[in-house]
């Protein structure tokens, strides 16, 4: 037994909750740390409203919309939302549950979000399943020492344009619901991908 799953069935016996069902709960978000946990994809990119297909340049813009890129870069702006979704495989014999997650992304080394998903996700044994991270942030506040050349490359990049390697972080952290109490994962789960 972990001692993740030790320490957590101390604290529900402790608070008096220590039934089948919540042991099993207690079990089943202690599997998390078994479970491994790989980048997928990033997707639905969208900037200013236009979807970003696969391998998409500025140069397949229209003129209306390398117009409205050119008044969003003088306006020091550019909204960028995306999916990361990552894949979880569960190697254990019973289910690895959550009641919902805290989530940071980083691209390129600066946090882009810190939020929270409260979607509840089970992982059924010897299974996968896949987490979607919806963000929504804006370049040119998040990189405002950049110059505009490099932050619209990064946005074309996220949907597979070639320019310079971005790196996507993302760390994780489970909660369990027992009662009225929430249990947090103690540590973050952390991944990095380096999309080319």
């Known amino acids: 037994?972990?001692?993740?799953?030790?320490?957590?069935?101390?604290?529900?016996?402790t608070m008096g909750l220590a039934s089948c069902d919540v042991l099993n709960q207690v079990a089943q978000m202690a599997n998390f740390a078994n479970c491994s946990f790989d980048f997928n994809s990033v997707n639905q990119i969208q900037m200013l409203g236009v979807n970003l297909s696969k391998g998409m340049t500025r140069d397949n813009l229209s003129i209306t919309q390398g117009l409205a890129l050119v008044n969003a870069i003088s306006n020091?702006?550019?909204?960028?939302?995306?999916?990361v979704n990552l894949d979880v495989s569960?190697?254990?014999?019973?289910?690895?549950?959550?009641?919902?997650?805290?989530?940071?992304?980083?691209l390129n080394g600066k946090e882009v979000i810190t939020s929270t998903l409260n979607n509840s996700l089970n992982v059924p044994?010897?299974?996968?399943?896949?987490?979607?991270?919806?963000?929504?942030?804006?370049?040119?506040?998040?990189?405002?020492?950049?110059?505009?050349?490099?932050?619209?490359?990064?946005?074309?990049?996220?949907?597979?344009?070639?320019?310079?390697?971005?790196?996507?972080?993302?760390?994780?952290?489970?909660?369990?619901?027992?009662?009225?109490?929430?249990?947090?994962?103690?540590?973050y789960i952390s991944l990095n991908k380096t999309l080319q």
Do not use: H, W
Request: charged share 15%; glycine share 4%; net charge positive.
């Open 90 to 106: 569960n190697p254990n014999s019973i289910a690895a549950s959550m009641a919902k997650m805290d989530y940071v992304v980083s």
């Open 76 to 83: 020091r702006t550019l909204p960028v939302t995306f999916n």
């Open 125 to 187: 044994a010897n299974a996968s399943n896949t987490i979607t991270i919806p963000i929504s942030t804006d370049l040119f506040q998040l990189f405002s020492g950049e110059s505009a050349d490099a932050i619209v490359n990064l946005a074309f990049k996220l949907a597979g344009a070639s320019s310079d390697p971005v790196n996507v972080g993302v760390k994780l952290k489970p909660y369990i619901s027992i009662g009225n109490q929430q249990l947090a994962y103690p540590d």
């Open 1 to 13: 037994m972990s001692k993740l799953k030790k320490a957590l069935i101390i604290l529900c016996v």
